[in-house]
């Protein structure tokens, strides 16, 4: 039985391991090297003069070929031409094209467009960097972060990572200063109706709500929780924390609802448990951020949510 093209290509890419950055570059540039060529595809054809690496490979020519699938982040900056193993595996990449080639005509496009949607794969799997530098404040340092967030969120329409990440770092703060089983934690894309939940996070009376997007559909939230004898706090970016202030004036509940930047709720916890020694401010942070994985890990499929702690 004749497999698919895809199935070739899965089963090419898992036996050698093709997922990272170089192997990918290699890939995607080789396909586009030997479209027009004649088989049977010889692999001394495409060595450098001094055979130590794969002619026509170069950060410039992946750059244009991803960007005619709309990828536009850098996979490599030297497009893989140094990369330790890649002439192993453009000679068994050759091998594969010409015993494929014998049974049926090699659809380079169709492979092409593969080995562009597994680099596209990559990139939503990297995980987002909180890189802290203590020469900056630590809300500085975490308005890089969601910088990353909200540009991987660009880069993938429909998505909403940044509401996300929001999210499971104010449960990792409440994790790390309240009981365990205090609250309930579930995954972001869980709405509050189907849970029977008045706001994303119940604390005894306080009623959290996490947003990127403060509108009036929150607002009627909050004013549920109030009728309930609850106090709602809303948590969102800090560019839209006079957004929310603003609906709630116009809904007649000024004065009546908490609203915090994530920011200054992140960084005022690491002070506090730091005991205001910068020497023990990255500890501090490092334990959130070590929470919110553990958090990411049971609460959502998705693994590129993690973020790394680098401290410089």
């Keep these: 039985m004749m497999i698919s093209t895809e199935e070739r290509l899965k089963a090419f890419q898992e036996e050698n391991n093709i997922y990272t950055k170089g192997p990918l570059s290699l890939v995607v540039q080789f396909t586009r090297l030997v479209q027009d060529k004649d088989f049977p ?185 109030l009728r309930a004898g609850c106090h709602p706090v809303i948590i969102t970016i800090f560019e839209r924390v006079h957004t929310a202030l603003n609906l709630a004036e116009d809904a007649g509940l000024a004065g009546r609802v908490e609203v915090w930047d994530i920011q200054q709720f992140l960084s005022s916890n690491v002070y506090e448990h730091s005991l205001f020694d910068e020497s023990k401010r990255n500890s501090t942070l490092s334990d959130i951020i070590g929470r919110y994985n553990k958090i990411v890990l049971e609460a959502e499929t998705d693994p590129s949510l993690r973020i790394e702690f680098e401290a410089r």
């Design 41 to 225: 595809l010889n692999p001394d054809d495409f060595q450098t003069s001094s055979k130590g690496q794969v002619a026509g490979l170069g950060g410039g020519n992946l750059k244009k070929i991803l960007k005619e699938y709309g990828i536009n982040q850098q996979l490599s900056a030297e497009g893989g031409r140094t990369s330790r193993g890649n002439m192993g595996l453009m000679i068994k990449y050759v091998d594969f094209l010409n015993i494929w080639n014998e049974e049926e005509a090699v659809d380079f496009l169709i492979v092409e467009k593969f080995w562009a949607e597994q680099v596209r794969e990559y990139f939503r799997n990297q995980p987002f960097v909180l890189n802290v530098d203590m020469s900056k404040t630590i809300g500085a340092n975490l308005d890089e972060l969601f910088e990353q967030v909200k540009k991987r969120q660009r880069q993938n329409p429909g998505t909403q990572y940044l509401g996300t990440v929001l999210q499971h770092l104010v449960a990792a703060k409440l994790c790390l200063i309240m009981p365990e089983n205090a609250f309930e934690i579930h995954g972001a894309s869980v709405a509050d109706a189907p849970t029977e939940r008045s706001g994303d996070f119940v604390i005894n009376s306080t009623i959290i709500h996490c947003t990127t997007m403060p509108g009036a559909l929150l607002i009627e939230k909050c004013k549920a929780n």
